[in-house]
């Protein structure tokens, strides 16, 4: 496969997982693909062929059961449905369709994997008609694609094969101790003192003043075209395809005046937030090992790579972005880094990594010692001995920041006390369910730490908690906020174990119903109704609790209305990632309501093939599961009540949900049980 492969004028869509939106339901119509197109090539997809490129397949029933290429694994679990144009490993967890695969396999965008099938399937991609400024922001990037290969090949000739280049810059990266194989594998260039030798070339060869100005790569000196980067070693920063998007000037030997580096100002390619240097060259190897080094310079990058610790970028002594977390995401959930040992190196190294908690990605850090750089490091201790310092010497991320804030706070109280508030707010963005072993051991450690009561410091963490979730609009039943505040409190196991029983029950309800909405919502469930209808009026009278499924279910609803009629195809192939990978995780759920009976406590249900009983049961199962809920809720109430009104209120509302829920066991055919 070529990883150059796609359309280089177009923006790669960034969506967190499972962060969905009602226009993230439309297609990809920012890619300048029409819908007719996008539509002709999910019709001709089969998923079995594609994904049968990259895995072994073999029939297994109505399914095709291979190794999973996203974990190593010698049983197979990754499960491809041709029915429902869907794989699922039931090993590492990863779901999606044939656009996400090849997203997710080959790292593609969601229009480069778009323009890899309609090329595998022969059909013809269709653009809309966009304005004349959008046709021209296109133009300007395709120029500066073309151009900045131009600059690149030239800057390597000069480096390579010009007395200048061979004398100056070659024999200066010979001594820093880089081999011409590792140069020539990050493209590395030079570019001459003359005033304007590359400006001049690129006019001989048809580039245009204004495009030379606005690449960065010429600027005008005293009403005189001139090279921006000459007499400096030139390092091409690519993109995650392998495409140059700009370049890093560096000085020969100690900066005077000058600084050090000179970086390609920003354009319609080269967006500093976005960019990792070393991605594109390092993405297989972070991937494979499941770990993210990050370091400061060009340099440092290389000499790892060259060492053979390929799973190295750099973010260029910037503070990281968002972006810039999300890129590494892409490619693993362990961000480890690795910066000098000084007051300087410990300051970058701590800045913008609460977004990386906000991210889930798991920090650790690692300070060279004795004054070294990754890049110097590495050269004197050799690559086995800087992977085993690695390994040996991570730190995390908050425990070493609180170590530091102490250090300098010394016996301060006041101080002591802002560091108590900034730790806890630090550990309250650690915001994913799948996180929360991690933040309680966070809190446990951190506490031991400031010599502080656990209970008391839990405490504070959740009240940045509900600061935060109060912010988002994001709200939580009175009984679940309870609960919640019973699992962190020692001496609740019971009860703690009563919330998670719960919400555990009722999201797997939640997703049954969502699930059958999306697989039979234009089905006629009575003459008069579709299933849609009868599970809108459901869900109108007991809501989703789960903020993704409620998500859905409105795009949906928006949907219906625009369209008036829709289909699981819909759904799987949007632009969103994270909506395809929920919703094929949704339709490829391990447990069916067919064929079998499922028990809950209390009651007991059979449910047989016909749809309008699938669906009825189903909506029975929820509603029964939220009465339960409510039921709790209430009896947290109860203890509450101060007044003969209020108590009676109560009662009643607790009586007419006992009515509801005979009406609903008996119209299942069921024995009601207390």
């Not at 900045?148 to 100056?168: C, M, P």
């Not at 003043?209 to 606005?214: D, H, T």
Request: include cysteine; charged fraction near 30%; charge should be negative.
């Amino acid at each position: 496969m070529s990883d150059t492969t796609g359309d280089a004028t177009c923006t790669k869509a960034g969506y967190k997982k499972n962060e969905f939106s009602l226009q993230a339901f439309t297609f990809a119509t920012h890619a300048m693909i029409t819908p007719q197109t996008i539509q002709t090539i999910t019709s001709r997809i089969d998923i079995i062929d594609v994904v049968g490129e990259f895995v072994k397949l073999k029939k297994r029933g109505a399914n095709y059961l291979g190794l999973c290429p996203f974990h190593g694994e010698k049983t197979p679990s990754f499960t491809v449905s041709p029915a429902k144009e869907i794989y699922k490993c039931f090993g590492c967890g990863r779901s999606g369709n044939t656009i996400t695969f090849l997203m997710e396999h080959e790292k593609y965008s969601y229009v480069e994997a778009l323009r890899w099938l309609a090329a595998r399937y022969n059909v013809e991609v269709e653009e809309t008609v966009v304005s004349d400024e959008v046709r021209e922001q296109q133009k300007a990037a395709d120029s500066l694609f073309i151009l900045n290969s131009f600059a690149q090949k030239y800057f390597a000739s000069q480096l390579f094969e010009s007395e200048e280049g061979k004398d100056i810059a070659l024999s200066y990266l010979e001594e820093r101790g880089f081999g011409e194989d590792i140069m020539k594998h990050f493209q590395v260039g030079y570019n001459p003192s003359s005033r304007n030798a590359f400006a001049s070339h690129a006019l001989q060869n048809q580039f245009s003043k204004e495009l030379l100005l606005r690449s960065g790569l010429a600027a005008v000196r005293n009403e005189e075209l001139v090279d921006n980067y000459r007499g400096r070693i030139i390092f091409p920063v690519h993109n995650t395809s392998g495409k140059v998007i700009g370049f890093g000037a560096r000085v020969i030997g100690k900066a005077d005046k000058a600084p050090k580096y000179i970086n390609t100002p920003e354009n319609e390619l080269y967006i500093k937030s976005k960019i990792l240097y070393g991605i594109y060259f390092a993405r297989m190897a972070i991937d494979k090992a499941d770990e993210c080094l990050l370091v400061e310079g060009y340099t440092d990058v290389m000499s790892l790579h060259q060492a053979g610790v390929e799973n190295a970028v750099a973010s260029g002594g910037t503070s990281l972005t968002a972006d810039q977390l999300r890129l590494i995401k892409k490619y693993t959930n362990n961000l480890t880094i690795v910066y000098d040992g000084d007051a300087a190196g410990i300051k970058a190294a701590l800045r913008g990594l609460e977004m990386a908690l906000e991210e889930s990605l798991n920090v650790k850090l690692v300070l060279i010692p004795d004054k070294e750089d990754p890049d110097s490091y590495v050269r004197l201790v050799g690559a086995n001995a800087f992977k085993e310092f690695v390994a040996a010497n991570k730190k995390d991320f908050i425990l070493f920041q609180l170590e530091i804030l102490l250090k300098d706070a010394g016996t301060d109280i006041s101080k002591k006390n802002e560091i108590v508030n900034q730790i806890a707010e630090t550990i309250s963005k650690i915001n994913k369910a799948e996180d929360f072993t991690r933040q309680q051991e966070y809190i446990r450690q951190s506490a031991t730490l400031l010599k502080i009561d656990e209970s008391g410091f839990t405490n504070l963490v959740n009240k940045f908690i509900k600061e935060r979730l109060s912010k988002e609009e994001k709200k939580t039943s009175a009984a679940e906020a309870k609960l919640f505040d019973a699992a962190n409190t020692q001496g609740n196991e019971k009860q703690a174990d009563d919330a998670i029983n719960l919400l555990m029950e009722d999201e797997f309800q939640e997703r049954e119903v969502v699930k059958r909405l999306i697989e039979y919502g234009n089905q006629l469930l009575a003459e008069d109704k579709y299933v849609a209808d009868a599970i809108f009026e459901v869900l109108d009278q007991f809501h989703l609790h789960n903020p993704e499924l409620d998500k859905i279910v409105m795009a949906y609803q928006e949907m219906l209305h625009k369209n008036g009629y829709l289909d699981a195809k819909t759904f799987l192939y949007s632009d969103n990632t994270g909506m395809n990978a929920f919703v094929a995780g949704l339709l490829h759920f391990p447990y069916e309501l067919h064929d079998w009976s499922r028990r809950m406590e209390g009651y007991s249900i059979k449910l047989d093939k016909d749809i309008t009983q699938v669906i009825n049961s189903a909506l029975n199962i929820y509603k029964l599961r939220k009465i339960k809920r409510m039921y709790l809720e209430l009896e947290e109430e109860l203890k509450t009540c101060r007044e003969e009104t209020e108590y009676k209120s109560v009662i009643n509302i607790y009586k007419n949900l006992k009515d509801i829920e005979k009406e609903i066991t008996q119209s299942m055919h069921t024995v009601y049980l207390k």
